[in-house]
């Protein structure tokens, strides 16, 4: 069938600068750039241009340049490019649009309505570059109250700890990576991330793919994720990890499951995920031993009764319209963590319709979630991670005043590896090597410079923050959780204040 | 002594504190160790690993054996919901029913029940490698048996069924891409899943069938050949890839 799809993309080339070099060539994983010997020429296919700037950055001369495709349609609001092509694309195969990445809709960003505060005068700011600032941040369950044995106070000072604290786990930043399963992204990808963690004394979560028995050694920073298709899940997988998660839902793409193609389930995926190489791994879209509160209770208990108590439980969910009320019944059920995934929350493949049209953004999720907890009394009872979309150490000193413990970031992460969030995760065929399981892409992941990259973002966001801090006077992130004294909303409804708790800048 | 079973009387004991006194037994060296009186206690065995042997009297709770890795329980009474909820590797063998979602995502290991099952029993169980989950149901099966199934074997002898007397679960094998079912008695068309396919046993099935049963018959005192006389259906998947044409790129 004739496909009526016109290209996306131009690609341009100085033919000046053009040395027939053919590194475009063997750069683009989609096809788009080809060597004709005979006329000694490069030719580009728009049509298979994805824009993810591959070519461009290793062009040696800079011969390359892509644009939009000048081809315009005839302004209408209502049809625009993306819903023409996209009825082009179901109509020549008749399926649900796939593809990669968070909601990429112009819903509001509330970070970018969010103001922090700084001190001036009366309360005087703090120097991060001569006075100690503390980012560490502890993850797990909290007393209500604490008890000791002995005398406080004088005497020979032999005071022990009567209550029993649940299991903590610090981080020294407040960021940890998002879940990326291991077959939706390379395996060097997941080194990366867990030598990145480790480096920088903070976590990365394994996704729902299993953990490679190579990257044991980095179980103190890692995060397992126990999700319904139960891959890899084994006690060895357990009991190295730090934290364990339920996964029950994810950003982009609320209440379904998952299908990582057999395609992608190579040998070592395969064996990661306990799976025969090359048929489908399929997640149901509900855990099936979970239909209530009281059984997500039932697999929190079961995972602390496997690994003796020893490791908080986390439970992840994608913020949709009733968080509030679920966080409240997960926190009774037994979880040490939340963690909560907004609206722009990435993915490795979802539906397009349920990326881009399910959940709420984070900003509304944690205000919503916090003040809920903090008004039952439980909120000291988890810690709370948000997830979805975080972009810069501002959106993250951000959550954390609206009342977020940590966050995770995903989409950053593969940012600072190469990722240009092209949006073809879905396909597999990523040309930066990272959304692949291709034994030849993935190498273009080199898992030292990878680390380097990652360790390098964390170290200039935990300046940043400490920096923000001090301005504010503040020179302990935990005094900012949920101090939402210290934001001002501009340009925001008074519902939309309500919701998140905040005072219009000004007021 | 490690071979004489070591009783621990679990009146009125917390999971937790049932399952401790389970691992204390066995980290001091006992590999024989029976549990009476048990109400209901979930999670029975789940943390427990190597060749450990555990015999429950009384009712077990939901997920007995859950992630278990090796031990062999022997319940002399009901198994609950979530019984071998992905277990990797043991033997549970059930001296009466078993509740919803028996063997939920196991990899490996055995499963006998003597009596019948309840809902999505044997739902996604896998296989890989060596790892190959064995659950056997002495009577029938309630609906969404095998939903999902990615691997393993599941057989349900229908005992409880009285002559000519059809299973009664509906949408059997729904979304099944890997494993096998092989079922005694009586099932038509309308009860299966759009993804199983129905055909008869060949040597290799019969080889595996029969050792299973063989194994059924010695927990639970049954005559091997009366039960291998009866006619059985092997129900496989069609597609090894079920949703592989749902999607546009």
């Given at each position: 069938m004739k496909s009526y799809l016109p290209p996306r993309f131009a690609i341009h080339r100085r033919d000046d600068r053009c040395i027939r070099c053919q590194v475009c060539v063997r750069q683009c994983s989609f096809g788009a750039q080809a060597y004709d010997a005979e006329d000694d020429v490069v030719v580009g296919y728009d049509e298979r241009c994805v824009a993810c700037h591959r070519c461009v950055v290793f062009c040696p001369t800079q011969a390359l340049t892509i644009t939009r495709s000048?081809?315009?349609?005839?302004?209408?609001?209502?049809?625009?490019?993306?819903?023409?092509?996209?009825?082009?694309?179901?109509?020549?195969?008749?399926?649900?649009?796939?593809?990669?990445?968070?909601?990429?809709?112009?819903?509001?960003?509330?970070?970018?309505r969010l103001l922090l505060n700084a001190s001036q005068v009366t309360n005087p700011s703090i120097d991060p570059l001569r006075e100690p600032m503390e980012l560490r941040t502890y993850l797990g369950r909290k007393p209500d109250r604490v008890e000791v044995r002995g005398q406080t106070g004088g005497g020979n000072g032999s005071v022990t700890l009567k209550t029993q604290i649940a299991p903590q786990v610090a981080t020294e930043v407040p960021m940890l990576f998002s879940a990326l399963s291991y077959g939706a992204v390379s395996l060097n990808v997941h080194e990366s991330l867990a030598r990145a963690a480790h480096e920088a004394g903070t976590l990365f979560n394994t996704g729902e793919g299993g953990l490679h028995p190579k990257l044991y050694r980095y179980g103190e920073n890692t995060i397992v994720q126990v999700a319904s298709g139960r891959f890899g899940v084994h006690p060895e997988y357990l009991k190295v990890a730090r934290i364990i998660e339920i996964k029950i839902g994810q950003g982009a793409k609320p209440g379904i499951g998952g299908h990582l193609p057999g395609e992608k389930v190579s040998e070592d995926v395969a064996g990661?995920?306990?799976?025969?190489?090359?048929?489908?791994?399929?997640?149901?879209?509900?855990?099936?031993?979970?239909?209530?509160?009281?059984?997500?209770?039932?697999?929190?208990?079961?995972?602390?009764?496997?690994?003796?108590?020893?490791?908080?439980?986390?439970?992840?969910?994608?913020?949709?319209?009733?968080?509030?009320?679920?966080?409240?019944?997960?926190?009774?059920?037994?979880?040490?963590?939340?963690?909560?995934?907004?609206?722009?929350?990435?993915?490795?493949?979802?539906?397009?319709?349920?990326?881009?049209?399910?959940?709420?953004?984070?900003?509304?999720?944690?205000?919503?979630?916090?003040?809920?907890?903090?008004?039952?009394?439980?909120?000291?009872?988890?810690?709370?991670?948000?997830?979805?979309?975080?972009?810069?150490?501002?959106?993250?000193?951000?959550?954390?005043?609206?009342?977020a413990d940590a966050v995770y970031i995903g989409t950053a992460a593969l940012v600072a590896l190469g990722c240009t969030v092209c949006q073809q995760c879905h396909t597999g065929r990523c040309a930066w090597g990272i959304c692949t399981t291709d034994p030849a892409l993935s190498k273009r992941v080199n898992p030292e410079i990878g680390t380097r990259r990652l360790v390098n973002l964390l170290r200039g966001w935990a300046l940043e923050i400490k920096d923000m801090l001090g301005g504010m006077g503040i020179n302990a992130l935990e005094s900012l959780r949920g101090n939402r004294d210290h934001l001002r909303g501009i340009g925001l409804t008074d519902s939309e204040l309500e919701v998140l708790g905040v005072r219009l800048a000004g007021t | 002594m490690v071979n004489a079973p070591v009783v621990i009387d679990a009146t009125g004991l917390h999971y937790s504190e049932l399952n401790r006194s389970l691992r204390e037994a066995i980290l001091a060296g006992q590999r024989h160790v029976e549990v009476r009186n048990v109400h209901g206690q979930r999670y029975i065995g789940t943390n427990l690993a190597g060749p450990v042997r555990l015999e429950i009297v009384g009712t077990p709770g939901n997920d007995l054996g859950a992630f278990m890795d090796g031990p062999t329980i022997v319940v002399h009474g009901n198994a609950q919901d979530g019984c071998a909820n992905t277990m990797n590797d043991g033997q549970i063998v059930v001296h009466g029913r078993a509740g919803d979602i028996a063997g939920l995502s196991a990899r490996g290991g055995k499963i006998f029940i003597r009596d019948s099952v309840g809902y999505r029993v044997g739902i996604h169980m896998k296989e890989y490698q060596g790892k190959r989950p064995c659950l056997v149901v002495g009577g029938t099966a309630q609906d969404f048996l095998g939903e999902y199934m990615a691997g393993g074997v599941l057989v349900v002898l229908g005992l409880e069924l009285q002559e000519g007397e059809p299973h009664r679960a509906r949408f059997i094998g729904t979304g099944m891409h890997g494993g096998v079912i092989y079922l005694r008695g009586q099932v038509e068309q309308h009860q299966l899943g759009r993804e199983v396919g129905v055909a008869d046993l060949d040597a290799d099935d019969r080889a595996t069938l029969e050792g299973l049963v063989s194994e059924f018959c010695r927990h639970f005192d049954r005559d091997e050949g009366e039960i291998l006389a009866g006619r059985f259906v092997k129900l496989f998947p069609l597609y090894l890839r079920p949703y592989g044409r749902l999607y546009a790129y």
């Open positions: 000048p081809l315009e349609y005839r302004d209408n609001f209502n049809w625009r490019p993306e819903a023409i092509e996209d009825v082009i694309k179901q109509s020549e195969t008749g399926g649900m649009l796939l593809t990669g990445m968070g909601n990429d809709k112009p819903f509001p960003i509330y970070w970018d990661t995920r306990m799976i025969p190489t090359g048929t489908d791994a399929l997640s149901p879209a509900p855990h099936h031993d979970i239909y209530s509160i009281e059984d997500l209770s039932q697999l929190i208990y079961a995972l602390k009764e496997a690994t003796h108590y020893e490791k908080p439980v986390s439970v992840k969910i994608a913020a949709v319209h009733n968080s509030a009320a679920i966080a409240s019944g997960m926190v009774r059920a037994g979880a040490d963590i939340i963690a909560l995934d907004g609206l722009r929350g990435a993915t490795g493949a979802a539906p397009k319709v349920i990326r881009d049209n399910v959940g709420i953004p984070i900003e509304l999720a944690i205000a919503s979630v916090d003040t809920r907890l903090r008004q039952e009394g439980i909120r000291n009872q988890a810690s709370l991670i948000a997830a979805g979309g975080f972009r810069g150490s501002a959106d993250i000193i951000k959550a954390i005043a609206l009342g | -």
